[in-house]
T-cell receptor, first 112, second 115 residues
């Protein structure tokens, strides 16, 4: 089993709707979770980080973490065509010496 | 100028050739990483370095080696390139002193094609 699993998509969502992206992980000691956005041909950029169970909101983005069920999700409200990109889930372990591991990414397409 | 600079940006080479990808950064970060990206496989960690004297293998280090010449420079070498090393390679840095310890700052990528 891969350490970080994501549905590869593509996920197609109409403009203005909520896009829901999911990620599961296998290592229970994982402590820090991140969502990166990558536009085609570009490098990834961090959009959300979450460390505690529950929800964390930042503008149109909400990250949700459930450590008991080992999943983390990203909701994008009022989806815009500019949100069309690949979204990469990443995590790191408990210590500051932990490396950062990525999932395979979910391709999101927002249709006008 | 970019904070994390990778050279070359594109390279085509032949099987068996030695290739070096270079990464330099002006962010002052101690931590540097090399990832490779293949379609449908996301980013996979090749090597990482938490300071000049620290080098660690990642998920897929076989066939690769690295050198941390200085805090600002981290090079990735393919001693004898093979076609399945054709990929997009990213260098990244991070600062353990920031609250978001998972924030990686990426270079623009180096696209390598091995024929």
């Amino acid at each position: 089993q891969k350490e970080v699993e994501q549905n590869s998509g593509p996920l197609s969502v109409p403009e203005g709707a909520i896009a829901s992206l999911n990620c599961t992980y296998s290592d229970r000691v994982s402590q820090s979770f991140f969502w990166y956005r990558q536009y085609s041909g570009k490098s990834p950029e961090l959009i959300m980080s979450i460390y505690s169970n529950g929800d964390k909101e930042d503008g149109r983005f909400t990250a949700q973490l459930n450590k008991a069920s080992q999943y983390v999700s990203l909701l994008i409200r009022d989806s815009q065509p500019s949100d069309s990109a690949t979204y990469l889930c990443a995590l790191s372990g408990y210590s500051s010496a932990s490396k950062i591991i990525f999932g395979s990414g979910t391709r999101l397409s927002i249709r006008p | 100028d970019a904070d994390v600079t990778q050279t070359p940006r594109n390279r085509i080479t032949k099987t068996g050739k030695r290739i070096m990808l270079e990464c330099s950064q002006t962010k002052g970060h101690d931590r540097m990483y090399w990832y490779r990206q293949d379609p449908g496989l996301g980013l996979r960690l090749i090597y990482y370095s938490f300071d000049v004297k620290d080098i660690n293998k990642g998920e897929i280090s076989d066939g690769y080696s690295v050198s941390r010449q200085a805090q600002a420079k981290f090079s990735l070498s393919l001693e004898s390139a093979i076609p399945n090393q054709t990929a997009l390679y990213f260098c990244a840095t991070s600062d353990p002193g920031t609250p978001d310890t998972g924030e990686l700052f990426f270079g623009e990528g180096s696209r390598l094609t091995v024929l």
